[in-house]
């Protein structure tokens, strides 16, 4: 889980399954930004995912609310808000599933792998249609409520990203971005709407921000290390193809240098001599201990 030393009272997670993805950082020696951490996910083709936002038991709120401010790969998706007091026994999540449609439908956010092509250069407006790729940000802090707003809630439409060149993505490593699955209905609820403001303008709101790529990606961003071969590897953690493949290839290594060295006595073999016009020369493998 994310949480920021600045407001350890707050956690972020991505889940896929009811169950958290695991978070990897640049480096231990790489320092987060005042108020800012940046954590690294892997995204599998067409895993439903889920944002799941929590308040620890017991935390300290300096106005009325903690407000949120949830993107996707840099659009507006929701603004959860947690009050004063919800959280005095027990820790509180608000779950962010998808984007919020008309007539009171939701569409669940899945990763969905990019379209890329091998084009030597960009394609129209790709700088513009990559802002914000790969990203998920929530961005929060203290709050006064200001008054109740007779809004509809609903998500920002997506943008529409269509084919992207390998020349665009290949600095970021970028693999995926987010789509929505089909719209479903959600249970009828009140959702009221608040506008609020921060209780000090001049203070930097929090902000936890996931990256998410595949797992060839982030090996290619070294944010995951290469795997190890089978023949470094211990013997005892392989599985019973793993064993039989390195078999396999321990067989073939001693095939190969069999035939090597066969080939290489014959050339050095005693008496072995070619004639250089009237004269017999002996071959002589300097190869030779």
Not at 212 to 217: E, F, I, V
Not at 265 to 289: A, C, F, H, I, N
Request: hydrophobic share 35%; glycine share 6%; proline share 4%.
């Amino acid at each position: 889980m994310a949480i920021l030393d600045s407001f350890p009272q707050v956690e972020v997670t991505i889940e896929v399954n009811g169950q958290p993805l695991q978070e990897h950082r640049e480096s231990d020696l790489i320092v987060d930004r005042p108020r800012r951490t940046l954590r690294y996910v892997e995204a599998s083709n067409d895993d439903i995912f889920e944002i799941v936002l929590t308040v620890k038991k017991g935390a300290v709120f300096r106005g009325e609310c903690i407000a949120f401010d949830v993107h996707v790969d840099g659009d507006y998706i929701g603004g959860p808000i947690f009050w004063k007091g919800s959280c005095d026994d027990e820790d509180t999540s608000q779950v962010e599933d998808g984007r919020i449609g008309p007539r009171n439908t939701v569409q669940e956010f899945k990763f969905s792998g990019l379209d890329i092509t091998d084009a030597d250069r960009t394609l129209p407006k790709e700088d513009e249609r990559l802002i914000g790729v790969g990203t998920i940000l929530v961005t929060f802090q203290d709050c006064r409520r200001v008054r109740e707003v007779k809004e509809t809630l609903q998500s920002k439409k997506k943008r529409k990203l269509d084919t992207v060149s390998e020349k665009a993505v290949k600095g970021r490593a970028l693999s995926h971005s987010i789509e929505y699955a089909a719209s479903e209905p959600r249970a009828d609820e009140a959702v009221k709407i608040y506008k609020t403001r921060p209780v000090d303008p001049q203070e930097e709101e929090n902000g936890i921000e996931f990256r998410y790529r595949s797992l060839a990606s982030l090996r290619a961003l070294h944010i995951i290390p290469m795997p190890l071969s089978l023949e470094e590897r211990d013997v005892t953690t392989l599985s019973t193809a793993e064993v039989a493949e390195l078999q396999r290839r321990v067989r073939d290594n001693a095939e190969w240098e069999e035939r090597a060295l066969k080939i290489k006595r014959e050339r050095g073999s005693p008496g072995l001599t070619v004639r250089v016009g009237d004269r017999e020369v002996e071959l002589v493998d300097l190869t030779e201990d």
